[in-house]
């Protein structure tokens, strides 16, 4: 196995800004999906097409150990391991540019306090008509218990 990383830092919300508005991303009357996002069983990630946190609900928080304001102010390069970074990024640009409109991959982040999770990442492009990617949804679940069994 091969191991690869990305040095490139991480586009992040400046210090003490407000991430910008998302509630376009879930329109009005649609209040089940919202909450279906914030009281899903797994951690639920909208992502921008540059990586970073737009949207997390509150599982993923919990996952990483930080809070919501936290992680909108980080990018999904920022909580990987720096091991499978390189893997995680080819599929990210993948599904910005189109060639892909889904991807799955067992993946390892890192923790605030620094120990390793293992999680399977289930991650879609949402495009608009044009067929331009606008976000990804990512799913994570946490897989570590199995991966120490």
């Known amino acids: ?3 690869q990383r990305d040095f490139t830092p991480a586009q992040s919300q400046p210090q003490g800004q ?3 508005a998302t509630d376009h ?10 909450l279906a996002f914030e009281h899903a069983a797994f951690a639920v990630a909208l992502v921008s097409t540059k990586g970073d946190f737009l949207r997390v609900n509150p599982f993923a928080c919990r996952l990483f150990g930080y809070t919501e304001q936290e992680l909108l102010r980080l990018s999904f390069q920022a909580v990987t391991h720096p091991d499978d970074l390189h ?25 605030r306090d ?3 999770i293992w999680a399977f ?3 879609a492009a949402v495009r608009n008509d044009a067929g331009a990617t606008l976000y990804m949804v990512s799913q994570i679940q946490d897989v570590s218990e199995r991966k120490a069994a």
């Open 87 to 111: 893997v995680g990024l080819d599929l990210f640009r993948d599904l910005v540019a189109g060639r892909r409109d889904h991807a799955w991959l067992e993946k390892r982040y890192i923790h």
């Open 114 to 116: 620094g120990h390793v």
């Open 18 to 20: 407000r991430p910008p």
């Open 121 to 123: 990442l289930s991650t």
């Open 25 to 34: 991303l879930f329109p009005a009357g649609e209040d089940h999906f919202r």
């Open 1 to 3: 196995m091969s191991t």
